[in-house]
């Protein structure tokens, strides 16, 4: 049984960061409790790295910050400082989807699952 995807645009506040994700209507988004993902209050869906798609010019608007084990990257725009997508420390053969950053029309429904960055990603 094939789940039905669609591909998802989005990317930043100033438009500099563009992208695709090919990911069902419907998916699971997660918010997270640990020091960075709760001070920025995002929720995330995850898309495999070959379902996602960085448009040409975006490059060069995109700067990185990580800290402890440096595994995370919490990549986001120079312009507007939006983070619209990032790759996580648990789950490098992925990318997360900001859900705020999608555009309208092609994400129909989300469900919110809360995890607990901070018991289990003690740095």
Not at 36 to 43: D, F, I, L, P, V
Request: charge should be positive.
């Amino acid at each position: 049984m094939s789940v039905e995807t669609v591909i998802h645009n989005g990317g930043c506040h100033c438009k500099r960061v563009r992208w695709q994700a090919e990911a069902p209507p419907s998916v699971v988004g997660c918010t997270c409790n640990c020091s960075n993902c709760s001070m920025r209050g995002t929720t995330h869906f995850v898309v495999p790295n070959d379902k996602f798609k960085l448009m040409e010019e975006s490059e060069q608007f995109l700067t990185t910050y990580t800290f402890g084990t440096h595994s995370a990257k919490h990549i986001f725009c120079k312009v507007c400082g939006i983070t619209s997508f990032y790759k996580q420390r648990g789950n490098p053969d992925g990318v997360a989807i900001v859900i705020n950053c999608v555009d309208p029309g092609t994400l129909k429904h989300y469900e919110i699952r809360h995890f607990d960055g901070k018991r289990l990603l003690k740095i």
